[in-house]
């Protein structure tokens, strides 16, 4: 007989208790873990809150009216009554209080310590120290959140955040005449880069072209001219302007009726003149740049020939242009005021043999074309009383010469004429000085209330601050007479001695000055045209005194009176302006 034996597997007890032992402990991490995740994310509201309510705070500490009031702060103002600068102070300041605030079931305890700092003359560094201003430069807030919550480790958050001094008249809820400021950051001054700065008496401001000459230059059949000017202190720049002036060469496109202009606006609220953009409605067809000359013209003219109208008797355009936040934007024509021709000795001291000259004395003189610069702005805005009465005012002044008895100083008893040559090579530039002016944009002429006064402006008395107008040396985009013209094989001496009805005629296309070791006998301005070399080695403008001893050179400077100011192009029968200056050679 066989028996079969069966065995049984399971679990034991043992087994059964371990089991359950393990599946405990995982369900406690679990649960230990999920309330770890509850309390992490009711803390990272709670900060989230806490932030919230201070970027509120700091907020509302810059949101002040009034840089001092005769209310006193209280924790329940209404606004505007007294919302002042001089109230920000240690939990004062601003329509939010420093009480205890409920937000859900949590009390957020705001609270902030503020400090003073002051700048001290042209100093760039903040102290504490009062510098006797009648209120701080700028405040530092340092703002703080606390609450309390089971579970929570750090219950603080903080921020600090700066608050600047500006004038309440820069907004829209005026009423106090406080002192002006607030502008935003300020570059270093540009001063050094100015050869003429101009003068316009706000703050110690003066403007002025940045270089010495413009650039000028010349691809395919467009010709460029571009300049900076800049406004600034003796410590800051506080604006810079980037102009383009463009001819270029258009032909038949796409229909534009419709264009961004750029126009100089003037802001109420800021007080100050600034570029926008508009947009203009005129039909244009030749809206397309034609390189069919050969080599691609300036890039720039693709704004040029698709927004500017149209010229009847020519595909060529001229454009005014000028950077609005960056942007290259059309703007008006050009409006040429003042046009004088200068010896470049005037404005410098120590140069081209002229050693008598001092500093001191060069400042004068520049002070002096300052004061007329600025008595010619204000003389033809005085003379016009809109606008369109600017667009037809035709009177270019050129009196400079006269106003400063021929350029003559006395130093010490010692006369200098800087209308005076050596024979031989002592050449010396001769500067084309153009002034251009816009008319004031409407609103200018509003009142304004500094130190409780009222004061109504008018074209003598308006900070020139708020007036557009351009100070530039136009020497290489002028025509230029006598010049010493050679025919090709350099043996005909030719004296152009007048302008030719042909404005590119004047800006000769031969050798003239580029091979001075031909150029004998008669005294002659260099005149050359772009596409020469020349200027590697000469201006246009400068005047070589080549002739005899004791005789003397009437020279002449031509330049367009409208929009463009560019050389070898004469467009739509634009009228010139031409002035004469006498040189003598000793």
């Known amino acids: 007989m066989f028996y079969s034996h069966r065995h049984h597997n399971g679990f034991s007890l043992i087994e059964v208790m371990i089991a359950v032992l393990v599946l405990a402990i995982g369900i406690l991490a679990v649960s230990k873990l999920q309330t770890s995740l509850i309390r992490s994310g009711s803390n990272a509201q709670h900060n989230s809150v806490a932030a919230n309510l201070i970027h509120k705070k700091a907020d509302d500490l810059h949101r002040f009216v009034h840089i001092s009031s005769s209310n006193t702060w209280t924790s329940a103002i209404t606004s505007p009554n007294s919302i002042a600068y001089e109230h920000i102070l240690d939990n004062r300041g601003g329509l939010i209080g420093p009480n205890a605030i409920a937000i859900g079931n949590i009390n957020y305890d705001l609270s902030w310590s503020v400090k003073d700092y002051y700048f001290s003359g042209e100093n760039t560094q903040a102290s504490t120290t009062p510098s006797g201003s009648p209120y701080p430069d700028y405040k530092e807030a340092h703002i703080v959140a606390e609450w309390d919550s089971a579970g929570s480790l750090n219950n603080v958050v903080s921020f600090d955040t700066v608050i600047f001094a500006y004038s309440p008249s820069?907004?829209?809820?005026?009423?106090n005449s406080a002192t002006t400021g607030g502008d935003g950051p300020l570059k270093p001054s540009r001063a050094d880069e100015v050869n003429r700065p101009i003068s316009i008496g706000v703050n110690g401001s003066s403007q002025g072209s940045t270089t010495s000459q413009i650039e000028l230059s010349k691809k395919g059949d467009s010709t460029l001219v571009k300049f900076e000017t800049i406004t600034f202190t003796t410590s800051f720049t506080t604006k810079q302007e980037e102009f383009f002036t463009l001819a270029c060469?258009?032909?038949?496109?796409?229909?534009?009726?419709?264009?961004?202009?750029?126009?100089?606006?003037?802001?109420?609220?800021l007080s100050k003149i600034k570029d926008i953009t508009s947009e203009t409605n005129f039909d244009i067809s030749n809206t397309n740049v034609d390189n069919s000359g050969g080599e691609d013209q300036a890039s720039e003219c693709f704004i040029c020939c698709r927004d500017a109208e149209d010229v009847s008797d020519t595909t060529f355009k001229t454009c005014r242009m000028k950077r609005v936040d960056g942007f290259l934007r059309l703007f008006s024509p050009w409006k040429l005021i003042g046009y004088n021709l200068v010896p470049e000795s005037y404005f410098k001291d120590g140069i081209d043999g002229l050693s008598g000259m001092t500093t001191t004395q060069q400042e004068s003189n520049k002070a002096t074309y300052s004061n007329y610069v600025t008595s010619l702005v204000r003389s033809v805005l005085e003379a016009t009383n809109s606008a369109s009465d600017l667009e037809l005012y035709t009177t270019v002044d050129t009196s400079f010469i006269t106003d400063t008895a021929s350029f003559v100083?006395?130093?010490?008893?010692?006369?200098?004429?800087?209308?005076?040559?050596?024979?031989?090579?002592?050449?010396?530039?001769?500067?084309?000085?153009?002034?251009?002016l816009d008319y004031p944009p409407d609103g200018i002429y509003t009142t304004q209330i500094i130190s409780g006064t009222t004061i109504t402006y008018t074209a003598t008395n308006i900070p020139l601050d708020r007036i557009s107008f351009v100070e530039t040396d136009r020497?290489?985009?002028?025509?230029?007479?006598?010049?010493?013209?050679?025919?090709?094989?350099?043996?005909?001496?030719?004296?152009?001695?007048?302008?030719?009805?042909?404005?590119?005629?004047?800006?000769?296309?031969?050798?003239?000055?580029?091979?001075?070791?031909?150029v004998t006998g008669r005294h002659f301005v260099t005149n050359d045209a772009l596409e020469t070399d020349c200027e590697t080695d000469f201006s246009r403008g400068v005047f070589h005194p080549l002739g005899s001893a004791g005789s003397t050179s009437t020279i002449a400077s031509e330049i367009f009176s409208g929009n463009d100011g560019?050389?070898?192009r004469k467009i739509n029968s634009v009228t010139t302006v031409g002035i004469s200056i006498e040189l003598s050679i000793n």
């Open 170 to 175: 820069l907004t829209a809820l005026t009423g």
């Open 249 to 269: 060469n258009c032909k038949n496109g796409t229909d534009n009726s419709s264009q961004i202009y750029g126009v100089t606006t003037w802001d109420n609220t």
């Open 409 to 436: 100083n006395i130093i010490s008893g010692t006369t200098i004429d800087h209308t005076g040559f050596t024979q031989g090579n002592h050449e010396r530039q001769i500067q084309a000085l153009g002034i251009y």
């Open 475 to 518: 020497s290489t985009s002028a025509g230029w007479v006598p010049d010493k013209n050679f025919g090709n094989s350099g043996a005909t001496t030719i004296g152009d001695i007048t302008f030719d009805l042909d404005y590119t005629d004047n800006h000769d296309d031969v050798d003239n000055s580029c091979n001075s070791s031909n």
């Open 566 to 568: 560019i050389v070898d």
